[in-house]
């Protein structure tokens, strides 16, 4: 888990803007680690994480676009049906609030990343980090149990 860059772009809702932003990124050898979009009648929403994010910064600053920069959670789960749902529910218990989500996966059974926008992302650090914590202790006394 960690606190990733996302841009944010608003973009014209027309055939051949992603195609140009996305090719720019390329042509600058700029990593697409997760993307997602969402739209209205005239404008889309591009979210977008990437591997090199100063490079990024200028690529889009050439658009005529509206850009801005959020800190966005990057959490691994397991790529299996439930997954999203467990985090979720984990958040719920301690009042925390989801504003948004999105989930890249790999093939079956692989990894997947959960990109989730919260208001307050040192609490959910710290409510998943002292889960994993409970879990591994879990883990050790069952392990470490003897029938003798």
């Known amino acids: ?7 944010s772009v608003s973009l014209v809702n027309r055939p051949g803007v992603l195609a140009n932003i996305c090719r720019a990124l390329s042509d600058e050898k700029v990593n697409i680690m997760a993307l997602t979009i969402s739209d ?8 977008i ?12 600053s050439r658009f ?7 800190d966005v959670l990057a959490i691994d789960l397991p790529n299996r049906p439930g997954a999203m749902a467990v985090l979720a529910e ?8 989801i504003n948004y ?3 890249t996966t790999g093939v079956g059974g692989g990894q997947a990343t959960a990109f989730i926008k919260v208001q307050y992302p040192d609490k959910v650090m710290k409510v998943l ?7 591994e202790r879990k883990i050790t006394i069952k392990s470490g149990y003897s029938k003798y």
Not at 64 to 70: C, F, G, I, L, S
């Open 49 to 60: 994480v990437v591997d090199k994010n100063d490079v990024a910064k200028k690529v889009l």
């Open 64 to 70: 005529d676009a509206p850009v801005t920069e959020t």
């Open 101 to 103: 989500a999105y989930v």
């Open 1 to 7: 888990m960690k606190l990733v860059r996302q841009f």
């Open 129 to 135: 980090n002292e889960d994993a914590r409970k879990q």
């Open 90 to 97: 984990k958040l719920s218990r301690a009042h925390i609030n």
């Open 40 to 47: 209205s009648i005239d404008l889309g929403l591009l979210r």
